[in-house]
Every structure is written in structure tokens, then in C-alpha cells.
């Protein structure tokens, strides 16, 4: 067997391999595409229909005239857009201060932020809910801004002292000679060649945000302030009555401007991504 011809077996081994991991990765969409096109009653029907006979659009429609989804829907805009606006100005300040400042306990805040990604959201979330109770802050929209930005702050702060790292302070020396202040040197020249970086934090702040289940579950008790994941969850399935067709609509509906923003941002994610480890 020649070299060309192994070559030729291994690369299709491993698009063999690559292709049963797609396969396997995208069934749950393909199924909730697939749940969300068919009657409640066809879905109960046996055996099951891995392709919809007749595609039923009345999930569909029930979604878009639903207040109630509706409301969750802007809940849910709101506060993934306030949480990761939130997240980028504090991870850009302290990302900076960390990055261009030594000052005494600089290492033991890098410490206390790495340990904050140890302890999964579940152990946070008891002390979070005790400590908004005092504040008085329960049942708003704010409270869940609050926390996802918490949850996200750890690694955008990272993230962004190690885009700082790779940017040369002599161009903050050369600022501070033309008379720049160290807000207008941040704003003016380091912030706009860290980009990628801000995009990245904003992308995985947003997701954070649009996906989360339990500080949406735990902070929030009334339906009128309930994002989409738990809004869901408490409407379309319940003790007795489970509503899979609408559920699975909702659910393509609630994953749209994820899709969209990947689109449009997944390169300078990647880039971002990618760039923040190699700079030095």
C-alpha cells in the first residue's frame, strides 16, 4: 500500500468519525424541528414518524400569538442584552487594571476569580438568593442581569487581561506623552485593538444569559418576569398535560437569535478566542 493511499484511508477515517459526531450532535435539533412541524396527537401515534406526513404550522402559530411567550421573549432580550453590556464594561476596566496596574493582592484577585469557575451555579445560587433578598431585589429583571453577569464576569475578566497582555505598553507610554488621560489611552487605542476579544465576552455573555434556567427558576417568581427557559418549562409542561408540538416550536423560536448571531460573529469569536491565547 502506498504512503498516497494510506494518506487517503486515514483522512477518510477520520471524516468517517467526524461525520457520525455531526450526525449524533445534530439529531436533538433535527428531532425538536421535526417534534415542533407535528400535531400533539400525531406524536403520541405509534410507530414513530421520523418525517412529518403533513407539516402542521399551528404550533408555529400559537407561539407568535401568544402574550405570554412573547413576554418571556422580551424578558429574556432584555436582560441577555443588559448583562452583556454590563459584563463587557466591568471585564474591560478590570481586564485593563489587572493587566497594566501591580498593586498589593493583584495575584490573589486572579486567585479568587479562577476559584469562582470551580464551584458549579448550583452551589451559588443559595447564597445569591439570600443575599438578593435583603437587597430587596427579587422579582426583577435586574437580579437576573446581576447574576448572569456574575456568572460570566470570571472568564471575561481573563480574557480580556490577556488580550491587554499582547498590546504593547509603549503605545500606552506614547498616549500619556501626547497628553492622554489612562481612560482616553483605554478607550482611544487599546480597546479598539481588542475587538475580537470584546466580541468574544459579548457572544458567551449572551448565551449565558439567553440560556439560563436556574437564576431565571430561583430569582423570579412571578410569570410576567420569567425569561424563556423557565417560562417554558412552566407553561408547556406540566404535572399532566404536556404540550411536546408547542414546546418544540417555542423552543426553535427561543434558539433563533442564537443561530443568527453565530452567523454573523462566529469568526470574530474565533478569532478572538484564538488570538487571546497566542499574543504575547
Known sequence: MTITMKKRLH??????????????????????????????ADLMQMP?????????WSSYLSVFTNAQFLTFYGNTLIVAAGATALCIVVAVLTGFALSRYRFPGSGLVLLILLSTQMFPAVTLVIGMYAQFREMQMLNTLFVLVLAATTTALPFSVMLMKTFF??????????????????????????????????????????????????????????????????????????EFTYNWAGASAAAVVATLPLLILFMFLQRYMVEGLTAGGVKE
Not at 459526531?21 to 407535528?38: D, G, H, K, R
Not at 509603549?170 to 480597546?191: M, P, W
Not at 431565571?216 to 417560562?231: A, E, Q
Open 11 to 40: 483522512l477518510g477515517f477520520i471524516y468517517f468519525i467526524l461525520a457520525i459526531l455531526l450526525v449524533v450532535l445534530m439529531f436533538p435539533v433535527y428531532w425538536i424541528a421535526n417534534t415542533s412541524l407535528q400535531s400533539n
Open 165 to 238: 497582555d499582547g498590546i504593547s505598553k509603549e503605545l500606552d507610554e506614547a498616549a500619556q506623552i501626547d497628553g492622554a488621560s489612562r481612560l482616553r489611552t483605554l478607550f482611544g487605542i487599546v480597546v479598539p485593538l481588542s475587538l475580537p476579544g470584546i466580541i468574544s465576552i459579548a457572544i458567551y455573555t449572551f448565551l449565558i444569559a439567553w440560556d439560563d434556567f436556574l437564576f431565571g427558576l430561583t430569582l423570579v417568581s412571578d410569570l410576567d418576569k420569567r425569561t424563556i427557559s423557565p417560562g417554558l418549562s412552566l407553561t408547556y409542561l406540566g
Open 48 to 56: 414513530i414518524k421520523w418525517f412529518p406526513a403533513d407539516i402542521d
